[in-house]
Each structure stands twice: as structure tokens, then as C-alpha cells.
């Protein structure tokens, strides 16, 4: 059984950053391509990053340049470095096992909130 856990969410201020980890375990994670979506309120969910069993990465143009997703194959964790956070990055982020670097797989963890506020 598939089991994505999140951590490292919280409430930071405009400018700040954050680190997010999900640590996978049910899956053999080296050949798994791995990826972080977010969903706002009111709006759908969408991909922020995702790095593949090569180390391939896919980033929304919007967190481009902030943000950098990381795996690390001995820990099968996979972390989203989040920097200059802005307010339109607050949301609930998810982190997703199976799909491609472009679309999700169907296992997803239960999400962490992030929150951008002075």
C-alpha cells in the first residue's frame, strides 16, 4: 500500500521560505516519478513540480526560478524548496507518487497547508 506523507507546511511571511518534505514508503521509490501539486481554495489542483526516477524536472511556470524539487532515493523522500514566497502561493500542497513529470499519478498524500500572510 502506497503512503505519501507531507510535512513542513506552515505560515510564513512574504519574501520568506519554506521547505516541504514527503516521505513515501509501499512503493519502490527509485523508479517512481515524484511530484508536488498545490490546490487553492476555489480553485483546481494544480502541478507546481516534478522529478523523475532520472532526475528529469517540470515546474509551473509561475514557481520557476523559487522553487526547486529535490529526491532522495536512500530516504525515498522527496522535498519542495519554496523561496520568495508570495501571497498567491498559499495553498494546500500534495505530494503525488506514479505519474510523469507532466500529469499525476493516482497516489497522493493527505497535504500540508502553506499559508503566505504579513
Known amino acids: 500500500q502506497v503512503q505519501l506523507v507531507e510535512s513542513g507546511g506552515g505560515l510564513v511571511q512574504p519574501g520568506g521560505s519554506l521547505r516541504l518534505s514527503c516521505a513515501a514508503s509501499g512503493i519502490y521509490f527509485s523508479i517512481y516519478t515524484m511530484g508536488w501539486y498545490r490546490q487553492a481554495p476555489g480553485k483546481q489542483r494544480e502541478l507546481v513540480a516534478a522529478i523523475s526516477s532520472g532526475n528529469s524536472t517540470n515546474y509551473a511556470n509561475s514557481v520557476r526560478g523559487r522553487f526547486t524539487i529535490s529526491r532522495d532515493n536512500a530516504k525515498n523522500t522527496v522535498d519542495l524548496q519554496m523561496n520568495s514566497l508570495k501571497p498567491e502561493d498559499t495553498a494546500v500542497y500534495y505530494c503525488?507518487?506514479?505519474?510523469?513529470?507532466?500529469?499525476?499519478?493516482?497516489?497522493w498524500g493527505q497535504g500540508t497547508q502553506v499559508t503566505v500572510s504579513s
Open positions: 503525488n507518487a506514479g505519474g510523469t513529470i507532466y500529469y499525476g499519478g493516482t497516489s
